[in-house]
C-alpha cells in the first residue's frame, strides 16, 4: 500500500510499482487529497471540483497503466491536512485501511516530506503514527527517499518547476536508505507512460525532467525502514 497526499505523488515510486505488480503483488495507492488547488498555467484549470475531478481521472490512468488496484481516494480538500479536525479524522480513515488490507509493506514519504510540502509531511506523520500503533510484527514501513550522495544540483534540466523540485529536495544520507530496490528499462518506461497521465500538472518536457532526476540513482529506488536497519535489502517482501 502507497500513500500519499496528492494525485502524482506516485510518481518517485511508479517504476517500482509496475515492477511489483508484474510480480503479481496487489498494490493499493491511496491518495489523501483531492488535488483541487493544484493550479498550472499550462493546463489554466480553475481551482475547485473541476479541476479535482480531472485529477481523479489521471490517477486512475496511472493505475490502469501500471496495472495496480484503481485508486483509494479520501478526499480531503488539497493544503488543509494541518487543520485539527481533518488531523484526527485522516487518523480513523488510515486505520481502517490498514484494518481492510493488512499489508505487508506501506509506502509513503519520510519526515521531509520530499521537498517538505506540509500535505507531504502531514501524511508521512500520520502513516506514521498509525502504524507503529497498529502494525504486526511482519509489516514494514518503509518512507521514500533519495540519496544525498546522488543529488546533483547542476543537473541538466528545461523546466522551471522540476529544477526547482531538484534544487529543494529533501534528501536522505545512503546509510540510512537500505531498502535498494532495482528496475527494469520496461519498469522505467511503464512509469514514464503512466506519470504522463497528469496533464493538468506537467507538460511533456517536466514529465521528461522528472525521470531524468530519477535516473542519477542508476535503475535503483531507495527507501528507509521506518525502524532503522544495517542489513541491504533488494526486494520489499525479503
Same mark, same amino acid.
Given at each position: ?53 480531472? *485529477? ?6 496511472? /493505475? ?43 509506502? /509513503? ?17 500520520? =502513516?506514521?503514527? =498509525? $502504524? ?11 518512507? #521514500? ?26 534528501? /536522505? *544520507?545512503?546509510? $540510512? ?5 532495482? $528496475? ?37 529506488? #531507495?527507501? *528507509? ?11 520489499? $517482501?525479503?
Amino acid at each position: 500500500m502507497a500513500i500519499f497526499a496528492h494525485p502524482d505523488d506516485e510518481i518517485v515510486i511508479s517504476p517500482i510499482l509496475s515492477k511489483y505488480a508484474k510480480e503479481g503483488a496487489s498494490i493499493h495507492l491511496v491518495i489523501v487529497t483531492d488535488g483541487s488547488k493544484g493550479v498550472t498555467p499550462h493546463a489554466n484549470i480553475p481551482a475547485g471540483d473541476l479541476l479535482a475531478n480531472v *485529477r481523479a481521472q489521471e490517477a486512475l490512468c496511472v /493505475t490502469k497503466t501500471l496495472g495496480i488496484n484503481p485508486p483509494t481516494f479520501l478526499n480531503y480538500t488539497d493544503g488543509d491536512l494541518a487543520l485539527n479536525e481533518n488531523l484526527f479524522s485522516l487518523d480513523d480513515k488510515i486505520d481502517s485501511l490498514f484494518t481492510k488490507h493488512e499489508p505487508e509493506v506501506v509506502i /509513503t514519504f519520510g519526515p521531509g516530506g520530499e521537498y517538505g510540502h506540509s500535505d507531504h509531511r502531514m501524511v508521512s506523520n500520520i =502513516v506514521t503514527e =498509525v $502504524f507503529q500503533r497498529e502494525a504486526s510484527e511482519t509489516q514494514q514501513l518503509l518512507y #521514500y527517499g533519495f540519496p544525498n550522495e546522488s543529488k546533483n544540483k547542476e543537473l541538466s534540466l528545461k523546466t522551471d518547476l522540476v529544477k526547482w523540485f531538484n534544487e529543494n529536495l529533501k534528501t /536522505t *544520507r545512503k546509510r $540510512f536508505l537500505t531498502y535498494r530496490i532495482p $528496475f527494469s528499462e520496461e519498469d522505467l518506461k511503464l512509469g514514464h507512460e503512466a506519470s504522463s497521465c497528469h496533464t493538468s500538472q506537467y507538460t511533456a518536457e517536466a514529465i521528461d525532467d522528472l525521470f531524468t532526476m530519477m535516473k542519477q540513482t542508476d535503475s535503483v529506488i #531507495y527507501f *528507509r525502514p521506518w525502524n532503522g536497519s544495517k542489513a541491504i535489502k533488494e526486494h520489499f $517482501f525479503d
